[in-house]
């Protein structure tokens, strides 16, 4: 590839013509030969590994900033953010789109020695993660980052040995790959917990906690638990966001402000602070300077999670992509925005309970606009349209095919009937982390 020719589009191209990210054959055999080759990038530096179904983003870039805050540089990759450059960051800077052609040149040649040797094409992200460790060790940074793409043993990023494994708690996801269990999801994720390692655990069902517990045991890992030896002490509103009092593994933290919606970035927050002192502490207790808690929440963002885009109307994008994250969702709403008037636009996966998630919303909202996001994936809008309308009645359910015109008529109907006064008066976006990269490039411009 001609450097002076290669642009970030080509580059974008050539990453999303690969084998699926969403037809996974689980093996860690193409990831492990890739940084073989490239030197054993994943072993430069300390992971934190974060795995579970919903909040692994979230938390990565908390505890991404917890860790820079004291004063340790970092590398942090996740998976997905809504433009590919920016899931690799390094010391909190999201690669440039100059940098990232750089970094998929210097990894392409040796892709395409392990593709020659494979069946199956490596995917996009199993390339993007061999990125991610390459772009750490060439930093260099003190400790890596590292979100759970699917599942965990077979996951790509389980190359790595993490220090600390975090499981955030554990739903029904990825069903076709990982099972039609909690038992059968948790054997998957539990696979990051590695020998001698310190297991963060969330609160989790208990038929995942078993399998936590039963991991940990196996393999002479330490665990921490939510509820037990860390969590959420006190949580009140406030504007932008929340104000905490955590228990850490180690002390409580009073006063700390998160500039994020809803309860479940609260037990975000003490997961992600429990692996933070867990890492630094080393298995050991190890309270961190209130000071630099306080610090490091307050920087924290996390695009695309209740985020307010505009105002006038007020439009809300989250990227819940399944029940359990629509569950939290919808409650954040009733008790933190209390919207007059709030119209949803949706589009979802073919592979996902789109009907559970209607019937987890519908409560919230006063009507809806189904449509269809840019993805392979996405459930034609016609045929979400009909479970909408089981769901909320034909009065209270549009269909637009696609999402520029589907937000265009979401905010006429949060407008109507309010006499011309715009207050109180919002729409979500919402359905899939495609969905709210469509909207954000939309509305962002």
Known sequence: MDQAETTYATVLAELLERWPDAKVVPSLDREALLVDMLGSPHRACPVVHIGGTNGKTSITRMVDSLLRTTGLRSGRFTSPEFELNERIAVHGQPLSADGFVALYQEVAPYVEVVDSRFSQRMTAFEVMTAMAFAAFADAPVDVAVVEVGMGGAWDCTNVADGR???????????QEYLGDSIESIASEKVGIIKADSIAIMAAQQPAAEHLIMERCAAVGATIAREGREFGVLGRAMA????????????GVYEDVFVPLHGAHQAQNAAVALAAVEAFLGGGTERSLDSEIVRTGFAQVTSPGRLERVRTSPTIVLDAAHNPAGIAATAAALEEEFQFRRLVAVVSVFADKDAHTMLELLE???????????????ALPAAALG????EVFGPERVRVEASLPDAIDVAVTLAESELDGE?????VLVTGSITTVADARRLLRR
């Open 386 to 389: 009909l479970m909408a309308l």
């Open 164 to 174: 600390a494994a975090v499981l955030t708690p554990i739903a029904l996801d990825h």
């Open 363 to 377: 409560p919230a909202v006063d009507a809806i606009v189904v449509t269809q996001n840019t993805s392979s994936r």
């Open 239 to 250: 504007v932008g966001g929340q104000v905490l009092t955590l228990q850490g593994l180690s």
């Open 422 to 426: 715009p207050a109180g008066v919002g």
